[in-house]
């Protein structure tokens, strides 16, 4: 969907990519490749707790992110969270439920929200009227997905939920509310993988009962005897 911001957004140095992420290997247990976990965080105060915890933030349906060409001087934006290596853009987008990377399918990992600041400056299309008081600095943050501040996710990981508190903060100059050391452990809900899944279903359905069995039989063997 274009929604008309391309070319403005490129000024900035960030460009939206025609695309829907997918990350099977990283897929919350009961949804598609497209709802996934990441957990890779750059360097800004905006993720710098998340980064501390390793606590990964749920995005569904996301668009990815890239470094756009042709920015104004003094213009570097930051990539805040990446999707993994196994994560893919996919462009095919009437068939997400039978999709694979191929063809013009970007790779992971690549940005998924990047944050910039800059100067204004007077001579820019970004300038502001003469008449309002001067903006030291300006600054601008970009998410390839809404639903990440959604209520469905917010609270999956407590990850959502920070990221959106310290985003808020940081746009709009407040430093000293933006979380940077890691939250301590706090009662959430459980997000599993579905390695994750199928390791503890293998545990407690297969291995921990065939360890009664093999029990039970040793134990009939050395009453026997």
């Not at 949804?31 to 569904?60: C, K, M, N, W």
């Not at 917010?154 to 407040?174: K, M, P, Q, S, V």
């Not at 509310?177 to 452990?185: D, K, T």
């Amino acid at each position: 969907v274009d929604l008309g911001l391309g070319s403005w957004l490129a000024r900035s140095g960030i460009a939206l990519g025609d695309d829907v992420v997918i990350d099977p290997a990283q897929a919350l247990q009961i949804s598609g490749g497209e709802t996934f976990v990441a957990s890779r965080y750059g360097a800004h105060p905006i993720v710098e707790a998340l980064d501390q915890t390793g606590t990964p933030t749920v995005f569904s349906l996301a668009r990815s992110l890239r470094r756009a060409d042709g920015a104004a001087p003094g213009r570097n934006p930051v990539a805040l969270i990446e999707a993994s290596s196994t994560a893919w853009g996919e462009t095919d987008l009437a068939r997400l439920d039978q999709v694979s990377p191929d063809g013009p399918d970007r790779l992971g990992p690549f940005p998924l929200a990047m944050a910039v600041s800059f100067s204004p400056d007077a001579a820019s299309p970004d300038a502001i009227d003469e008449a309002k008081p001067a903006v030291d600095e300006a600054r601008l943050l970009v998410v390839g997905d809404l639903d990440l501040f959604s209520d469905t996710f917010l609270g999956l990981t407590g990850a959502n939920e920070l990221f959106a508190a310290n985003a808020f903060n940081w746009l709009i100059e407040r430093e000293a509310l933006v979380e940077i050391e890691g939250r301590a452990a706090r009662s959430s809900r459980l997000v599993l993988l579905p390695g994750q899944l199928y390791g503890l279903a293998a545990v407690f359905l297969l291995l921990m009962p065939g360890l009664a069995v093999a029990a039970g039989v040793w134990i009939a063997i050395r009453r026997r005897r």
